[in-house]
């Protein structure tokens, strides 16, 4: 029955609202681009660990972290990076072989050598300290896991020439300029912090 018949029968329409309009990407965005502290423990990380799927403790720790840089990676969203390395940390033989690479590389490149140990546990994270790895889910490869995509631009800026990926003191070499010296560089370039 049309408005006009109910007019005329006096029956009463009932409007109902439209649901309301959520914007999940923006949503998801500003979850994401928040700023959490380091082991913040509140709803809002409580939220965070929610959206990403992960343990719901609601503290900002090193798990939570490591999950948070990966999607906001993903997504090209700008995320505050804490490093939770001791600078006296040890790592396997495998990851320790590449220190005094490691050193040279950060000193060549103008970078603070109290940042040894955060570069070696990316190391240790990425590759385990094999610079033939490679990522069984991208062109990520070598032992800071580069991806190809990037790597000849980045290795000829850094290197002046094209480097083996699977060079180890070439891979550190390019990471080192990518953290010190790059346009839009730095630490973030790794989940792996």
């Known amino acids: 029955m049309g408005i006009v018949g109910c007019f005329i029968y006096m029956c009463s329409l009932t409007v109902t609202p439209a649901e309301p309009y959520i914007q999940w990407d923006l949503l998801e965005e500003t979850t994401l681009s928040t700023e959490y502290e380091w082991m913040e423990e509140s709803p809002r990380v409580k939220w965070l660990q929610w959206w990403m799927g992960i343990d719901q403790d609601g503290i900002y720790g090193r798990n939570t972290h490591k999950w948070h840089r990966q999607w906001a990676m993903e997504r090209s969203i700008p995320v505050r990076l804490y490093s939770t390395v001791s600078p006296d940390a040890q790592f396997s033989p495998a990851v320790e072989q590449w220190r005094s690479t490691v050193e040279s590389a950060i ?74 010296r790059a346009t839009g560089g730095g630490w973030q370039h790794w989940v792996c912090s």
């Open 107 to 180: 000193v060549e490149m103008g970078g603070d050598l109290r940042d040894t140990a955060r570069f070696l546990s990316i190391i240790s994270c990425e590759s385990g300290g094999d610079p033939q790895a490679r990522s069984s889910v991208s062109t990520a490869s070598g032992l800071m896991q580069h991806l190809r995509t990037y790597w000849d631009a980045r290795s000829r800026t850094a290197l002046g020439y094209v480097g083996d990926i699977y060079n180890g003191q070439d891979n550190i070499r390019v990471s080192a300029w990518l953290i010190y």
